[in-house]
């Protein structure tokens, strides 16, 4: 793939949203810093202000006071349009342009850009591919003629075209079945991986958060920031009953994904069993003794037994207290 | 992303077969018009030239008036249309716009107003002020028929997805940009039926030129009418048809030239 | 007796009242008081003032003679009011010769005097089962209108002093005009006006004259009893060359109609011979200009001419 922009650092200073005639700001002084390169995701319950601040970073909703800067440059008072032709924005309603091509909606930004068209149309044809379309037989198409998880890819090259540093995503695959978004979202990760942009993703749903985040705010009302740190961070230690309660249940099962069995202590040896490489995580290990296994061997490094399995997530937890 | 599995296309093939069944219905009727429209006048021209006319017929009943009635008719249906385009349609923008929102109940109030009034009596005190003739008759006519371009404007431009616009200016474009590249191609379809109902209405109310030197095909029916000569009144009436069937057929075929692809 | 001559003073008491009080009744009711009592008729006209006035008196007469009256006058339209006395929808509305001559008569000979082409009018309408009572002397015939400023500028006083106008003067016309054998066409043809030498302009009737008075006509076609030529300062030239055919006025009714109250067509006889040219005017105006009710004008018009005490 041709050069691409890695992803700037975003800080975010006492962002705060107050709309006429309300009685409390929609968001409230909320601060936080994005590293570069690290996809964190907005989650919390519907009407915390989420999508909101988002919508704040490249102004669709003009901030009533505080900073936005993003790799260094402040760009709270920047004209609008210019900001946004450097950051990719996905909605989840995706508002593809009906009226034009699947090729001329991904080639929005280039073209407002100033790109010359042989430029554009190779970009998008790359993107295309990129997203899993074939540009050849997708391209002259219209988005009616698209299924939904169709034109979420596109919405997601039309995104990319311009290869911004910073991708602000609200639901993007919330409007379609479980089983393409599933899809989408390991292709996402897959992609973010090898991009490594900035990306500010906005979701409801706190599985998608674990999958998708380098890291998770998790938001209550007007924005607060309840915690802010690692999925595993969020899973083994909870910092307020809010995000408790938004984790939900059986937070170790759902941490045993998190944990790559390489670090476990493992008892020397190789005994009957199934192997798992040390790559594998503490899930995989769990379905090996949940399906009869007496202990797991890891590579040749060893075999795990299941106190050791216990052991590994109880130190977990501790290690994040 | 890596390929992913090719999507089972559901819906491509029965889509475009049912397109193409819809453009054909589309087309057939944009074909049959006209034939009809050649044999109806086919059919008046004949009718006519073997009608035996006496004195009072034979002064509106000849080619020179008959044409230059039509003509007449053309020019003021036309120029009405143009004037109201020129002002309906960017008035329509911008009530649209944030800022200019709250004037759109008066607008249309006074654009009401316009329908409302006794044509004849409002186009006389119009003559009378500034002067009988073409332009005063055009402009009178543009004010009785600026409702329905204007207010499709406002419709077809307020019932776009607000998140397409959303998109748009996320994408960086300025608020000019959306408009021109996104806003008005999409509201074009509506906008256009507006422009339909708008030409056949300026072609009724073309009628009325007789009144004020702006001749026209009411310088066949009032004759007609006043004079108990049923040939010319109903002349004049389906040379008035012909000339409104004429305008639909136009406004349809730029309709389907200007539709966008894809809506 | 002075019992018998109370009595007797009595009876010459109710005899004197009843003497005054008839007297005194039948001054308040009118002329021929309830001889038209028992008549029923719907009377309708046409949509301009005059048709109006006209049909207005007729009314007025009928009911002050203790008849009942429909009225469906302002309609719109000579052919839509004479359809609508055929069928039935009313009973009377005034006509004018030359109008039924050409319109419905489908003649195109217009050079006969006024009373032959009444005689030839009524023995038309014979078919049609339609009565014709006497006419009116008025003639309310097409008329050239001009400004006494513009006449006395330009020295006109007859019809072909109009030829004495600088070239390309505005001639104002309406459309029927321009379509009639009595029209347009032909009055250029009577005078020897060419075209090239004028402009032609048409407007609807009732626009001519302001647009006269204003300038946006140097001449104007106009009714020659409209009350507006006197009101606005406009006059009449006179037709040296005869051209326009008459239209004397008269109230026309279904055989039917006559026949049912023939004491109705002989009460509505004498009327048309009290309207003179200026009499017509004068109640037009009163309409047109002053903006006076029709049915009040009637009422003063039946009045003053002594039709009703």
Partial sequence: ?321 | MAKALAQPNLTAGSMYSQSARLIFQRHRSLIIQPILILIISAGLAIGLSRAHLDVIEKVTINKKFIFRAIQDHLILSFASAAVILAVAIPAGILLTRRRYKKFTPIVLILANIGQAFPAVGVLIIAGILFGFGKPIAIFSFAAFGILPILRNTIVGLQEIDPFIIESAMGMGMTPKQALRQIELPLAVPVILAGVRTTLILTVGVATLGVFVNGGGLGTLIIPGLKLNRELVLVTGGILTVIVAFTMDWLARAAEELLRPRGI | MQVKSHKVVAIAAAIALAVVGSAATSSSANAAGTSLKGVSVIVGSKDFTESIVLSKIVKQFILANGGKVVDKTNIKGSSTTREAMVSGDINMYWEYTGTAWLVYQKQTDVNIAPDVLYKKVVAGDAAAKVTWLPMTSFNDTYAWAITKANATKYGVKTYSDLKKLPAGSAWCVESEFQSRPDGWAGFKKAYGIADSSITTKVLDTGAIYQATKDGQCMVGEVFATDGRIGALGLMVPQEDVSYFPPYNAALTMTNATAKKYPQLVKALAPIAAKISNATMQNLNARVDVLGEDADTVAKSFLTASGLVK
């Fill in chain 1, 1 to 321: 793939m041709s050069n691409t922009t890695h992803g700037q650092e975003i800080r975010l200073e006492k962002l705060t949203k107050r709309y006429p005639n309300t009685a409390k700001d929609a968001v409230s002084e909320f601060d936080l810093v994005i590293p570069a390169g690290e996809c964190v995701v907005f989650v919390g319950p519907s009407g915390c202000g989420k999508t909101t601040t988002m919508k704040m970073i490249n102004r669709i909703i003009e901030p009533t006071s505080g900073r936005i800067v993003i790799g260094g440059q402040d760009v709270t008072k920047t004209p609008a349009h210019e900001l946004r032709r450097n950051i990719g924005y996905v909605i989840q309603q995706i508002g593809l342009f009906p009226h034009m091509t699947i090729s001329d909606n991904v080639a929005t930004v280039p073209q407002l850009l100033g790109w010359d068209k042989s430029k554009t149309r190779a970009r998008v044809n790359e993107l295309l591919d990129l997203v899993g379309l074939d540009p050849s037989e997708y391209g002259s198409r219209y988005p009616k003629q698209l299924s939904g998880g169709q034109q979420q890819r596109v919405g997601v090259a039309r995104a990319l075209a311009a290869d911004p540093a910073v991708l602000l995503m609200d639901e993007p695959f919330g409007a379609t079945d479980p089983i393409t978004r599933v899809r989408l979202q390991k292709e996402f990760r897959a992609l973010q991986r090898e991009l490594k942009k900035t990306v500010v993703f906005v979701t409801h749903d706190f599985e998608e958060a674990l999958l998708l985040g380098d890291r998770i705010a998790v938001l209550s009302d007007q924005s607060k920031v309840e915690q802010y740190g690692t999925p595993l961070e969020i899973l083994s230690a909870p910092a307020t009953k809010k995000v408790e309660s938004f984790v939900g249940e059986a937070a170790s099962v759902r941490m045993l994904g998190l944990v790559s069995l390489s670090g476990v202590s493992v008892a020397s040896g190789n005994v009957d069993g199934p192997t798992l490489p040390e790559t594998a995580t503490l899930r995989e290990a769990m379905e090996g003794f949940i399906t009869g296994a007496k202990a797991i061997n890891i590579g040749t490094k060893g075999h795990l037994t299941f106190e050791a399995l216990q052991s590994a997530i109880s130190s977990t937890r501790k290690g994040a207290q």
